[in-house]
């Protein structure tokens, strides 16, 4: 006998369905939005949905969260590539490998979740690096302009 995992659902309150196509439409319709069928309005009052699962099977997971942890990886390893290039856009990567990383870490994929980190852990460290290499690059750019000027 396996094990099965209850899902409750509640509803409360008036919902409009059509008794002709079956389509919800808004609580104040006199008639379908679909078909144009006269509406009646039908009280559910404290509705219990059950679904049953069985526990044995594992729930599946959106695979987008796993495509963000391997993004935000990729994105991570570019932007620390070419962190150090001048005025190079490797800040605005590694924002995007940081929200992409942190959108990872909701998989319950073990790997999945080492990737997230370790896109987040490289993105932060290029954020910084840029910042870094941005700040040395204007140093060394307005000493070589000082030095053209004498």
């Known amino acids: 006998m396996s094990a099965h995992l209850k899902i409750k659902r509640r509803f409360r309150g008036i919902k409009m369905f059509c008794p002709k196509c ?3 439409n808004p ?18 009052v404290d509705a219990e ?3 049953d699962i069985p526990a044995d099977k594992p729930q599946e997971e959106a695979k987008c969260w796993k495509m963000f942890a391997k993004a935000g990886r990729i994105v991570g390893i570019v ?7 001048p ?21 319950v994929d073990k790997t999945a979740d080492q990737e997230a980190t370790t896109g987040l852990t490289l993105n932060i460290l ?18 070589i302009a000082a030095a053209s000027n004498r």
């Open 49 to 51: 949905v059950v679904d």
């Open 87 to 107: 005025y190079c856009f490797t800040l605005s990567f590694s924002i995007h490998g940081i929200v992409a990383s942190a959108l990872g870490k909701k998989s």
């Open 79 to 85: 932007a620390i590539a070419t962190c150090w290039i």
């Open 126 to 143: 290029a954020s910084v690096l840029s910042i870094t290499s941005c700040i040395i690059w204007t140093i060394i750019f307005a000493i």
């Open 27 to 44: 609580n104040d319709a006199l008639f379908c939005l679909n078909c144009g069928e006269r509406l009646e309005k039908v009280e559910v």
């Open 22 to 24: 079956g389509k919800e």
